[in-house]
Nanobody, 124 residues
């Protein structure tokens, strides 16, 4: 069983930065790929960024490429999402998720475990 707890959300003005953290419980941290998804108000959940088991592969949605950076610290069993140059359209609930698929994937239905989410609000 894997438990994920997000933190670091908040309200900021456009152009500012936030760093989200996802603390993962259990001794199986290295067995999973991890990803961040977000769900804007009234919209479906969408892939933001993902990182492979060994950290060697990362993926980003086109809308965040060049502004967001995903990383993982295996010693701390934590996944991070550094979000720079935030825009109002980044406003959403951000979720951390884990998958045991062979390759890093982007579809939400592939992810077995989810955190409770953290709210990010960006004002113009």
């Amino acid at each position: 069983q894997v438990q994920l707890v997000e933190s670091g959300g908040g309200s900021v003005q456009a152009g500012n930065s936030l760093r989200l953290s996802c603390a993962i419980s259990g001794r199986t941290f290295s067995m999973y790929h991890y990803a961040w998804f977000r769900q804007p108000p009234g919209k479906e959940r969408e892939f933001v960024s993902g990182i492979s088991k060994n950290g060697g592969v990362t993926k980003y949605a086109d809308s965040v490429k060049g502004r967001f950076t995903i990383s993982r610290d295996n010693a701390k069993a934590t996944v991070y999402l550094q979000m720079d140059s935030l825009k109002p359209e980044d406003t959403a609930i951000y979720y951390c998720a884990a998958t045991s698929t062979v390759a890093l994937v982007t579809a939400p239905y592939n992810y077995n475990y989810w955190g409770q989410g953290t709210q990010v609000t960006v004002s113009s």
